[in-house]
T-cell receptor, first 110, second 115 residues
Framework: EAGVTQSPTHLIKTRGQQATLRCSPI?????VYWYQQALGLGLQFLLW???????NRGNFPPRFSGRQFPNYSSELNVNALELEDSALYLC?????????FGPGTRLTVT | QQQVKQSPQSLIVQKGGISIINCAYE??????FPWYQQFPGKGPALLIA?????SEKKEGRFTISFNKSAKQFSLHIMDSQPGDSATYFC??????????????FGKGTHLIIQP
């Protein structure tokens, strides 16, 4: 069974630009979660999507947004990039309670 | 406000020894407590999880002990091996609508098992 996949692996953007990160959940999973893992800040919850709807979001500004598609894949959009947005962005999927993580997208903002 | 506090920040254990990592939480609404293992360059991997109606759960060499009254839980790795060297995260969440809300993570413990 294929795990959670994320693309791209690495992404380099300039401050002020927009970044789009993509996630494909484990087959059959309907929930997708996004997390930010920044140096010194640990893993922080960003967004939770279930059945195409945003269920909850963490303590992040509105320029972090996303959506979930009918096939349950998801994308995370970060607008007006700031230097401190440089981090590993992790996607997790779930069918019930357990969350399974992908390998992440390393976003670097210069 | 950090809702899940994890200690120690780093830990060195001899091969064959017991590794113990502790976490404390504040939010009494939490009812799901997983542990994750992360190797460099990889995403976190779910190791074991517990719910507050159980005081202990064991899977292979990994055991979670849970103390609801103290709002603490810990991970014990028995017979620690060099391959267990990784960063370990405790987390907490609450169940919502058939699933679970976003996880609140501890800051992580960098574990080194010396051969």
């Amino acid at each position: 069974e294929a795990g959670v996949t994320q693309s791209p692996t690495h992404l380099i953007k300039t401050r002020g630009q927009q970044a789009t990160l993509r996630c494909s959940p484990i087959s059959g999973h309907t929930s997708v979660y996004w997390y930010q893992q920044a140096l010194g800040l640990g893993l922080q919850f960003l967004l939770w999507y279930d059945e195409g709807e945003e269920r909850n979001r963490g303590n992040f500004p509105p320029r972090f947004s996303g959506r979930q598609f009918p096939n349950y894949s998801s994308e995370l959009n970060v607008n007006a990039l700031e230097l401190e947005d440089s981090a590993l962005y992790l996607c997790a999927s779930s069918l019930a309670v357990e969350q399974y993580f992908g390998p992440g997208t390393r976003l670097t903002v210069t | 406000q950090q809702q899940v506090k994890q200690s120690p920040q780093s830990l060195i254990v001899q091969k064959g020894g017991i590794s113990i990592i502790n976490c404390a939480y504040e939010n009494t609404a939490f009812d799901y407590f997983p542990w994750y293992q992360q190797f460099p360059g990889k995403g976190p991997a779910l190791l074991i999880a517990i719910r507050p109606d159980v005081s202990e759960k064991k899977e292979g060499r990994f055991t979670i002990s849970f103390n609801k009254s103290a709002k603490q839980f810990s991970l014990h790795i028995m017979d620690s091996q060099p391959g267990d060297s990784a960063t370990y995260f405790c987390a907490a969440s609450w169940r919502a609508g058939g699933g679970a809300d976003g996880l609140t993570f501890g800051k992580g413990t960098h574990l080194i098992i010396q051969p």
